[in-house]
């Protein structure tokens, strides 16, 4: 339980920071604002045209009768709203980060200066060419890892009572993860740790990343949450990810767990 509640502090030390630093947090705005700008045209756009592109793909449904061709277009309609709203909150995070690369590269290494106690940030020492090659094909293995993971969760859904109670909750453990694993890579990336050690880093501290992620994921639902929330969730991400690596970080920064706050949490 220590680790989902280390998780959370992160979360919210992360939004603290960029709170006292209004120069960065207004560039991190700006990915966000563009990726949703490009999310809620494609969702105006489903929502507009979606029946009929129900209806192009269901020929074979044009001679049923009333009330059974409506019922069945308009079910599909809405499940097919309703699937490209989750992976909408899946994919949102990968894609911001990928429009932003360099705005949060930069938020992320003035966090490592700011709590290391030497004062310096990881450098990759790649090009920006290079650095944006592997931030997109890692993200595109994600996206894949976490499209499967939607549309597995989705068809579960439908399962009577399980559908409407169990499969949501895991819904949320798993978006989380993906949005820390996605998060996280910003720094992470920047250490040259390849996408399979993220995974297993990931993977051997799950509370830790519950505890960050799945918060995280609950609040993108809502909407515009997501564009304010990105930067502090960089902020965090970064120091989240100095705990995972075993990093040691300045004593005034209360979110590390070997400089507990009074309450002991």
């Known amino acids: 339980m220590h680790d989902l509640g280390a998780g959370f502090k992160y979360l919210m030390e992360g939004q603290r920071w960029v709170a006292r630093h209004g120069k960065q947090f207004g560039f991190g705005l700006l ?8 999310y809620a045209a494609a969702l105006v756009a489903l929502a507009l045209w979606g029946e009929d592109f129900v209806a192009w793909a269901t020929p074979f449904a044009d001679d049923w009768s009333s009330p059974w061709l409506g019922l069945f277009r ?10 490209a709203l989750l992976l909408s909150v899946i994919t949102f995070t990968a894609v911001t980060l ?3 690369q360099p705005f949060y590269e930069n938020l992320s290494e003035k966090v490592d200066r700011d709590v290391s106690p030497d ?21 595109l293995r994600i996206l894949v890892r976490a499209v499967l993971w939607g549309v597995l969760l989705f068809a579960l859904g439908f399962i009577p009572v399980v559908g409407q109670t169990v499969v949501p909750a895991i819904g949320f453990l798993v978006t989380g993860f993906f949005l820390t694993q996605e998060l996280t890579s910003v720094a992470l990336q920047r250490r040259r740790v390849e996408l399979h050690d993220r995974l297993t880093l990931l993977r051997t501290r799950k509370t830790l990343v519950w505890g960050f992620g799945t918060p995280l994921a609950v609040s993108f639902l809502i909407p515009f949450v997501a564009v304010f929330l990105m930067p502090g969730a960089v902020a ?11 990093e040691e970080s300045t004593e005034d920064n209360p979110s590390h767990p070997s400089h507990p706050s009074p309450s002991g949490v």
Request: aromatic share 6%; no cysteine; hydrophobic share 55%.
């Open 74 to 83: 308009g079910l599909l309609t809405a499940v097919l709203f309703a699937l």
């Open 236 to 246: 965090g991400a970064t120091l989240m990810a100095r705990d995972l690596l075993d």
């Open 98 to 100: 990928l429009i932003g």
């Open 119 to 139: 004062g310096t940030a990881p450098e990759s020492g790649l090009p920006l060419w290079r650095e944006l090659w592997i931030s997109a094909r890692d993200s």
């Open 31 to 38: 990915p966000g604002l563009i990726t949703l700008v490009l």
